[in-house]
């Protein structure tokens, strides 16, 4: 399958582009971004064309992969959709229900195959812990992803839209959703508060009666950085270990195949995009219990 990915930032070069320039079944086209000096200079390092011509590369290939802020991805995700690609969205798929809706709708209407990129979803070891959870009769869970997204060495700390207040529930919210959803179920509501330095804590209640925490923050000291995840129950504390440094490639690589297995037969696949609008809902209401400070339903 014929890829091109859509941005030449940070993200979209070490990991969207490194991974497809590796894959053995896939074959990276070209780049292309708003920016044509960066396109180019992203295009070299992996011995692709860089291009701002959309509408040319997206003639050119089968699919897409999109590393771009969620405000941008929405428009771009359709046009590719209605080009006939198919589409490997990153995390969050949009900003609005609205904008999460109309990819989610352009994707069934082109009938081409979707995956978001949850980086934790295409990893071994949360298959297998999703698959010890399924064999519990669970109560709850909790998941705690403190960042330094704009520490001096973060890759990340030029990143306009993850400095916007409500940003580290809409950056890190979606992984907490890809691991508590499955395990505990859909979240049907959501409360929630913010801290003085911007850290978010939200409880979630999920269909069937489990509830869930989830703390994120962006400007988390260096010293306090770190993740957990875990779900409890009858087989006592489930943990998920966090990955070893510089595994997206190796995820990213799996949502790529998964991605080709689903355009090939035809199915969806779990984190498709409208699994993507789902979670899109759920952060929505999750940012509006966290400013009303009251219950909110999703």
């Known amino acids: 399958m014929r890829f091109a990915v859509l941005g030449s930032g940070f993200w979209a070069t070490e990991v969207h582009a490194a991974s497809l320039a590796a894959h053995p079944d896939a074959e990276l086209v070209g780049i292309w971004g708003r920016d044509g000096a960066k396109a180019s200079a992203a295009g070299e390092r992996h011995g692709v064309p860089g291009t701002t011509d959309l509408d040319a590369l997206l003639a050119d290939v089968d699919a897409v992969s999109i590393s771009l802020p969620p405000s941008v991805q929405p428009d771009l995700a359709v046009r590719a959709a209605q080009a006939g690609c198919h589409l490997l969205l990153e995390k969050p798929v949009a900003l609005s229900v609205a ?92 409360q929630g508060a913010r801290a003085a330095d911007g850290t978010v804590n939200v409880v979630l209640e999920h269909e069937g009666g489990a509830t869930s925490t989830v703390t994120v923050s962006a400007t988390a000291s260096p010293l306090s950085a770190g993740e957990e995840f875990w779900v409890h129950g009858d087989a006592g504390r489930l943990v998920l270990l966090p990955p070893p440094a510089r595994s997206a490639h190796e995820a990213h690589a799996v949502a790529v195949s998964e991605l080709q297995a689903a355009a090939l037969t035809g199915g969806a696949h779990p984190c498709d995009a409208a699994y993507g609008a789902a979670q899109v809902r759920v952060l929505a209401a999750a940012e509006r219990a966290v400013e009303a400070g009251a219950r909110q339903t999703v």
């Open 99 to 190: 904008d999460a809706d109309r990819v989610a709708g352009a994707v069934a209407d082109a009938g081409v195959a979707s995956v978001v990129f949850l980086t934790y979803r295409f990893r071994d070891s949360t298959a297998t812990w999703l698959e010890q959870a399924a064999r519990s009769t669970l109560v709850g869970g909790h998941v705690t992803w403190l960042a330094s997204t704009f520490a001096a060495d973060s890759p990340f700390r030029q990143s306009v839209w993850r400095a916007e207040p409500g940003a580290p529930l809409w950056d890190l919210g979606p992984h907490a959703l890809s691991l508590l959803e499955p395990a505990l179920g859909p979240v049907v509501a959501a």
